[in-house]
């Protein structure tokens, strides 16, 4: 059974950092990319980011291109996003998603039940 | 960046009806469009991927159409467990974008 289970939301101050983790189980994880989207309260899903399954190449949303990180340790099973620089605006739930193969591939197949994030004073 | 937009924003609708839910790229995305249910307070879940291949598990009530700009989800008969939201996603260019989300409520 495919697993993905986030960690590390939490309340931060703005201008802060934080670095969230998925531990993925049930599948061979080096072989998919991978990524996280989030949800402010009340609003829609916004993609964040993803990483290739190999971790050579990454993708970010505007919202997030140079103050978001991702990378990956397949050893671990375990992907990251790094947050720096954070405002209200991050304020969200994150979930951790893993990218489907078929086709063209990158639609998301399995989730995570999403960690928060809270950026507040 | 592609934006999705999706109709309606909501859409009410009685049990045992059909539900059609469209949704539009700013630009062709070929049939690389995904479809997403979200109940409250649980992660989204994958529907349909290539516009119209149901994901592991979804119902055959649920088929997808469409191609280059124009999508549309249709839910054949609505049983009490498919009053959600429904994400659109378009998986054929970078940035990856969501629609803004159609919900189905009970009529």
């Known amino acids: 059974e495919v697993q993905l289970l986030e960690s590390g939301g939490a309340l931060v101050q703005p201008g802060g950092s934080l670095r969230l983790s998925c531990a993925a189980s049930?599948?061979?994880?080096?072989?998919?990319?991978m990524s996280w989207v989030r949800q402010a309260p009340g609003k829609g899903l916004e993609w964040v980011s993803a990483?290739?399954?190999?971790?050579?190449?990454?993708y970010f949303a505007d919202s997030g291109r140079g103050r978001f990180t991702i990378s990956r340790d397949n050893s671990k099973n375990t992907f990251y996003l790094q947050m720096n620089s954070l405002t209200a605006e991050d304020t969200a739930v994150y979930y951790c998603?893993?990218?489907?193969?078929?086709?063209?591939?990158?639609?998301?197949?399995?989730w995570g039940q999403g960690t928060l994030v809270t950026v507040s004073s | 960046e592609i934006v999705m937009t999706q109709s309606p924003a909501t859409l009410s609708v009685s049990p045992g009806e059909r539900a059609t839910l469209s949704c539009r790229a700013s630009?062709?995305?070929?049939?690389?469009l995904a479809w997403y249910q979200q109940k409250p307070g649980q992660a989204p879940r994958l529907l349909l991927y290539?516009?119209?291949t149901r994901a592991t598990g979804i119902p055959a009530r649920f088929s997808g159409s469409g191609s280059g700009t124009e999508f549309t989800l249709t839910i054949s008969s609505l049983q009490s467990e498919d009053f959600a939201v429904y994400y659109c996603?378009?998986?054929?260019?970078?940035?990856?974008?969501f629609g803004q989300g159609t919900k189905v409520e009970i009529k």
């Open positions: 998603a893993r990218n489907g193969l078929v086709g063209a591939g990158d639609y998301l197949d399995y």
């Open positions: 290539g516009a119209s």
């Open positions: 049930g599948f061979t994880f080096s072989n998919y990319p």
């Open positions: 630009q062709s995305v070929s049939s690389n």
């Open positions: 996603q378009q998986n054929n260019n970078w940035p990856l974008t």
């Open positions: 990483i290739t399954a190999s971790g050579a190449t990454t």
